[in-house]
């Protein structure tokens, strides 16, 4: 099975408003059932620093919903995007991190039995996780994640590899969805991961 690829570089500076985003390279997200191209484009872009990892969503976005209001409410029912992190690779147990187009957060340790069948944890909360949402007149919506490096997940080194996906569920004014994936799992269900991509810390 081929699955994505990226080299996530490290940068000096840790302040969000100084990471030099348009020189980082993005990943496009495509429909995770077909992989074809999809309605409203989303990029995403990653780096890291001695302190945190660095995520960037940029959503092209005519139409945004999400009632929820409180940590951990399930947002993946309306327009949310996702980060999934299996720093072990072993596909049983990973974080999974959501923020709505509003800056709700949903965080939680995923268990997947042998079965498929998936339990989260939503008591866990990733300490001082930091997210934006802006609205870009040129772009559309963007989304910005600090996961500072700590006993949830330990700072990489050169060379260190997890499993990873990126996701976005973006729904129209009709109720239709479409549900974007950085590593397309074939169906409508992110926790498949065996198609996690492969995220890898580079200086």
């Known amino acids: 099975m081929n699955v994505p690829i990226y080299l996530c570089k490290q940068l000096v500076t840790d302040q969000s408003a100084s ?3 348009d ?3 993005p990943v496009l997200l495509v ?3 077909t992989g074809s191209l999809v309605k409203e484009p989303t990029e995403v872009r990653a780096c890291w620093t ?4 660095h995520i960037q969503f940029r959503c092209k976005d005519s139409y945004a919903i999400s009632h929820y209001e409180n940590r951990d409410d399930p947002l993946y029912e309306q327009d949310v995007v996702e980060v999934f992190i299996d720093m072990v690779g072993e596909g049983g147990r990973y974080i999974e991190i959501e923020v709505s187009p509003f800056n709700v957060i949903f965080d939680a340790w995923i268990e997947r039995g042998e079965d ?3 339990e989260a944890d939503t ?3 990733m300490e ?6 802006v609205l870009e007149e040129s772009y559309g919506r963007i989304y910005e994640l600090r996961l500072p490096w700590g006993d949830s997940a330990p700072a990489p080194v050169e060379g260190t590899e997890w499993r990873v996906n990126f996701y976005r569920i973006d729904e129209q004014p009709d109720g239709t969805r479409e549900y974007q994936a950085w590593g397309p799992t074939g ?3 992110f926790h498949i991961p065996s198609y996690f991509g492969r995220m890898q810390f580079v200086i």
């Open 123 to 125: 008591s866990w909360n």
């Open 23 to 25: 020189q980082i390279a």
């Open 128 to 133: 001082q996780l930091e997210t934006s949402v």
């Open 31 to 33: 429909d995770t059932v």
């Open 187 to 189: 169906e409508v269900n």
């Open 50 to 53: 001695t302190e945190a990892w």
């Open 19 to 21: 990471i030099p985003w």
């Open 116 to 118: 498929g069948r998936t």
